[in-house]
């Protein structure tokens, strides 16, 4: 990793993390290239933000006419408070847990390799939604090409395994270690949970996905504590979920999971002498504040902010708050500029 990079590289690689949308992302790719400080040390950094460039540019181009890249984009926009990715072994249920949380038609089979692309969807809870992208399979004879690029955007991982399969053993260790091949780490740290350590590393292609494990078919193999068993034997300490897309047991328990995990936040908007929009919240995430929100809302508005009134469990009725406040669960903006 480079060491001595200069603050205006250092930006770059904040920005960078920080970015959600692809085309900002492709944007803060270029500005890290134009940074970087050119000498052997970075070469290898170098030709990955080039690498990167390209196959995003790609991507946001989409299909190309009469070209060879003639597939459709695996880049799924996000959407909702927060974008999870189903990464799993063949034949686990991803799909069919993906039809019933989202209402997708995500195709099932009875035998493996059965999704090929992204197929996003959005899963309801309370009033707002989370998207949920399901996956192809990983397993240790295939991965897609572009697995690791359908996971730039998301904020975490549902590992999901078939409970009743005891090649889940060899299954999950596989997948893990493929995509830790391509810099992607799946880790039980959820900021609600357990806060991770910080990401000390220097790369600014290694990502951090917090990951609850999804034990599915629950009604294969009845024994509650199957989970634990299974956790015990492969050293993993993930949080985990018993499910069954048969009879859809547990279910319900992944929206609160994923609102708690991620520490999301929701502010309600209104306009002066009117009453708060209360039917479609903003989110942002704990350590949020009244501008992140007031940059959900318009761009403009984020830039010309002077100050914002609120109401909430925090504040006294109709307080007068500053850009950088931080917002807290249920509350209300006034945004002035
Ligand atoms: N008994 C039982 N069968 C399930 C459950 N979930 C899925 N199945 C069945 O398992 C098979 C595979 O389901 P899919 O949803 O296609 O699995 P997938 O993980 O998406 O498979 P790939 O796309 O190949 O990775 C189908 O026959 C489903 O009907 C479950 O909870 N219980
Ligand atoms: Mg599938």
Not at 7 to 20: G, I, L, M, T
Not at 127 to 151: K, R, Y
Not at 287 to 311: P, S
């Amino acid at each position: 990793m480079p060491t001595n990079v200069t603050p205006a590289y250092k930006k770059a690689e904040e920005a960078y993390r920080k970015a959600r949308d692809p085309r900002e992302r492709l944007a803060c790719l270029k500005e890290l290239l134009r940074t970087i400080p050119k000498h052997k040390g970075t070469e290898h950094l170098q030709a990955d933000i080039k690498t990167r460039i390209k196959q995003l540019t790609e991507e946001l181009a989409g299909p190309k006419k009469g070209g060879r890249r003639s597939g459709p984009s695996h880049v799924v926009r996000p959407d909702g408070a927060a974008q999870l990715g189903l990464v799993g072994p063949p034949n686990a249920g991803k799909s069919s847990l993906h039809a019933l949380l989202t209402g997708s038609r995500s195709d099932v089979g009875p035998y493996p390799y059965t999704t090929h692309l992204p197929v996003p969807g959005m899963l309801p809870y309370e009033d707002i939604h989370f998207q949920l992208v399901d996956l192809p399979p990983v397993s240790g004879d295939f991965m897609e090409p572009w697995f690791i690029n359908a996971l730039q955007h998301t904020d975490g991982v549902l590992l999901v395994i078939d409970v009743s399969d005891p090649d889940c053993l060899e299954q999950v260790p596989t997948i893990l270690e493929r995509l830790a091949d391509k810099k992607a780490f799946l880790t039980p740290a959820w900021p609600g949970l357990q806060p991770g350590e910080p990401n000390e590393t220097e790369d600014p292609f290694r990502l951090d996905l917090p990951t609850v494990l999804i034990a599915n078919k629950c009604d294969l193999d009845p024994d509650p504590e199957e989970v634990e068993i299974l956790e015990e034997l492969l050293g993993l300490r993930f949080p985990a979920l018993t499910m069954s897309a048969k009879t859809g047991e547990g279910l319900d328990e992944l929206g609160s999971f994923l609102f708690r995990a991620l520490e999301i936040i929701r502010v309600y908007t209104k306009t002066p002498g009117k009453p708060p929009d209360t039917d479609k919240p903003f989110t942002v995430r704990r350590g949020g504040t009244v501008l992140d929100v007031a940059g959900l809302v318009h761009k403009d508005i984020a830039r010309g902010l002077k100050f914002a009134r609120m109401w909430g469990a925090e504040v006294f009725d109709g307080q007068q708050v500053g850009p950088d406040h931080l917002v807290s669960d249920g509350d209300i903006v006034e945004l002035h500029l």
